[in-house]
């Protein structure tokens, strides 16, 4: 691939990436993604094979942003908590975060392609559960350090963290209200400090 031709494809994905996690797969039409680029079917086309390979090259684009975001966060601080309470506090700007991204890509994609398309479906779920073991990885290491006590095994703590977290997002979406997001977040600091602090 010629680098012209590299940077094209980037800029579709960057472009349609947002686009994509509004509307939605079925939602989002050819007429969508060609005003948003300023290029025709047949030149989108001749960087994706079709729709559903460009819906995936975009949701892995706004994963990616999400992914090493969340990887930063968990690398501030010494010690488990302080890596924890880095991630939280980054949940409780997430709305912001995810504003340029056309929202949170795990809930908007995850419903949205959870009936109607497989491929799209199976990323989210993968997506997921690597957002799920980052954590469990910083609570197995905080307890092997003798940091942290876990009352429970580390991927179950991260799953049962990250659906509260997830379900915060979602209820601050469809209402439109942020303080689901931050006071959920906040009972979280004080739940992690009451359950794992040693």
Known sequence: MTKKAERTTAYIIETVAPIFNKHG???TSMSDLTEATGLTKGAIYGNFENKEALALSAFEYNRNLLLEAIDNKLEIGIEALDKLFSLLSFYKQYDIFTLPLGGCPILNVGVDAHANNKLLAAAVKETIKEIEGKIALVLENGANKEE?????????FAKQLFTMI?????MSTMTQDRKYLMNTVT???????QELKK
């Open 166 to 170: 997830q379900g915060a997002v979602a």
């Open 187 to 193: 009972y979280l600091e004080h739940l992690v400090k």
């Open 148 to 156: 942290i006590r876990l009352p429970v095994p580390p991927l179950q």
């Open 25 to 27: 797969y079925v939602g």
